[in-house]
Structures are given as C-alpha cells and as structure tokens.
C-alpha cells in the first residue's frame, strides 16, 4: 500500500472534476484527480451549452480549453414544429449572441474531447491525474481519506477535502449518505452522433415538436452533429435494440416540418447511441464535513433542458471560488454553494416542467396548447419567460418566472 497527500482530492475527471482542477491547479493548490476511464469515449452525455453556459466558461477561465473539443459557437438558434411552417421557423430563428453579456452565442463540443483537454489543461498546470482507478472507498470529517486500487496496488490519499464529481451513480454520495429527491420520468430520449450532415448550417441548433418526438439538432465541425429525440414516457424501448441509429435518423427525415428533412437520409450513424429516462435529481445538502459533491454526483437537471454541461461548470466555479477565498476549510465553506445550487436547480426543475408541457406532450390536446403557446409568443415574447432560463439562466430571471402559474399561463388555451 502507498500512501501520499494533496489538497483537493478529485473523484472523477468530467466535465466537472476537470473543470474544478484547471482552476485550482492553477491557483497553485495541490489537486489530484482519481478517473475510472484509461481514455474517455462517446457515452451520449451532453454536448451543448447555451448562452450563459458559454457565460460560465468565461468565468472560469475555460472556454480556450473547451473550445479544442471540437468546440463550435452556434448563434442561431430555430425552432421547428407542427405549430409552424418550415418558413415561418426560419423567419423567427433567435440571435442568441444578443441574450448573455460575454457570450457569442450557443457552444456545441466533443464530450469527452472535453473531459480530455481539462484534464490535460489540469495536468499542465501541477495537478496530478490517475487513470484506471477503481474500488474508491472515501473517509469525510476532520481527517478526509480517499481509498482505491490501481491495478492490484492500494493507495492511500489524504487530502483536506474530497470532491465527488464522480456522475449521476455517485459513489462518493453514497458513501456520503446523501440522497436525492427525484421527479421521476417525466419522458425518454435518444442521443446518437451523426457523421455527412452537410446539408445542415454549422452555425444554427434547432429544436422542435413535430407529430410524436421532441427532437434537437447540435452541430458541430465537417457535416458531425448530435441528434436527440425525445418521446413519450408510455413506450420507454422505443429506439432500443439494432438498428436504432438508422432508425433515429430516418424518423428525423419523415418529420414534415423541416425545409429539408433528406439530409438526415445521406447521414450516418456513429457506432453508440443510448436512450434514457429523463428527470430531475436533487440534493438542498451536497456536502459533508471534508467532503463535496459537484455535478451530476449532487444531482441533475433534466436533459430537455440541455443544462447538464452548464451546471457542471457552475458548479466547480463555485466550489474553487470557496476553496480559494483564503478563509478555513472548515463545514461552512460550502453553505454559500449549497445555497445557491439548491435554488437554482429549483429553478431548473421549473424550467423543464415548464419545457415538457410545452414540447413533449403528444396529445391533441397538448398540440392544441403548443399552438395557442406559440401564437402567444408572436403576440407577447414575454410569455416566454417560463422557459427562458434555460439560454439566460435562472438567476437572470425573476421568482415569479418559475411558479406553476406561469407555466400555466404559457400553455393555456384560448
């Protein structure tokens, strides 16, 4: 057994735990980086970032690294759907460079070309990063302890504090005690990378309603992007099994209400794809005495939203800014961070409440709403504010934005 010592120990190297270690590596505190994964891959995570998504990354002091994963800044943002002509769609097509201060627009990227570059980005600047760990078994309170095995070797790490950043199956939270308050699902998505989109503009995300699936389209360089479809919650297998990627994309080109649904019919499917359930996770406690949870590992937002990336980096922004205030490291360090979290991601789970009565509710009736919806939007931009937050983010936006009474409002019928 080897025993060594750090400040920070990381457990896991996403988004978050990568995020989380550029800034303090380059602070000058010692940081160590446990990873599960030799080389990151394709595991359909999120890939988009709005525009205060982009916000945060300037904050940090990351969109350089993150814009070496294929990073691809797309301003132009249309919505599709039955409610709409295809023309219409395009005529209304958002500027999103107009809607945060500091951000150009959307930021589309490579996942796990990102978890790469920040823990490059970490390494270069002092951290150490270990890869192939496994059996991770962590100590909190006054003497904070990660135990875990290399191979057949156990190693020690002490350090003053532990970071779970370690995803949605968080064994550190576990270990922790921490639980989390869930919604349930409130429908299932696909996610599939596509290669020979040359038909789509690099530069325009798009989202839409059409018929039975809620879909996104995020490109990203040389005719690649990341489709999703989203459908309801009564047929979860829906696009399981062989063959789904050319199922995803040849549903894609009988949509109606695209200018030109054959570009999906050249593209090709990469080799992965998952469907999965979509909810919200919560936590108003991610943190323990010498110990906090960041990212998905303090839970999550639904993926309707596209929030995933966003919060991540939030989220470490604000824990480095904690570590680094030069105060103690003692419990109440992180309370400002739970604070702020926990009602942000109040916010967010109002958010996509609000986006899925909106977007993903199948029925005649639900289409009778997204119609009187959108005609309302036409007539009142300022309807819209129930599912704003998610491009200008939920402290941009008044209380009353995320009340049940606003999204009633938005959706209801003439």
Known sequence: MTETTTDVAIVGGGIAGGALAVQLARAGLGVTVLEQSEHFRDRVRGEYMPPWGYAE???????????????????????YGDSMSPDD??????????LVRGAAG???????????????????NGAEVVRGVHRVEVAAG??????????DQEHVLRARVVVGADGRSSAVRRQLGVRLA?????????????????????????????????????????????????WDKSAPGRFAGPGAGERILSRLATLTCFPDGD???AARPGPGWASYPLGDAWTDQPYAPGAVLIGDAAGYNDPILGQGLT???????????????????????????????????????????AMTRLRADFTAEGRRRRDAAFARFAADPGARLPIAAAMVGPDALPPEAFTREAADRMVALP
Request: hydrophobic residues 45%; proline residues 5%; contains cysteine.
């Open 106 to 124: 959307m930021l589309n990227l490579s996942h796990p070309g990102a978890c790469s570059e920040l823990a490059d980005e970490a390494a270069r």
């Open 57 to 79: 990354l300037v904050s940090a002091g990351l969109l350089d690294v993150v814009l070496r994963a294929e990073g691809t800044v797309t301003p132009r943002f249309v919505t």
């Open 263 to 265: 570009v999906f019919r």
């Open 142 to 151: 006054s003497r904070p302890a990660v135990t875990y095995l290399r191979g």
């Open 182 to 230: 869930t919604t349930g699902p409130r429908t299932f998505a696909v996610g599939l990378l596509v290669d020979g989109l040359t038909g789509w503009p690099a530069a325009t995300n798009a989202v839409g309603t059409c018929q039975d699936v809620c879909f996104f389209v995020f490109p990203r360089r040389d005719g690649r992007a990341r489709v999703y479809l989203v």
């Open 311 to 353: 919060i991540a980096v939030r989220d470490a922004r604000l824990v480095a800014e904690a570590l680094l205030s030069g105060g103690q490291w003692g419990p109440s360090v992180f309370a400002p961070y739970a604070a702020e979290r926990t009602e942000r991601m109040r916010r967010l789970r109002a958010t996509a409440d």
């Open 89 to 98: 769609a395009e005529a209304a097509a958002a500027d999103t460079s107009r």
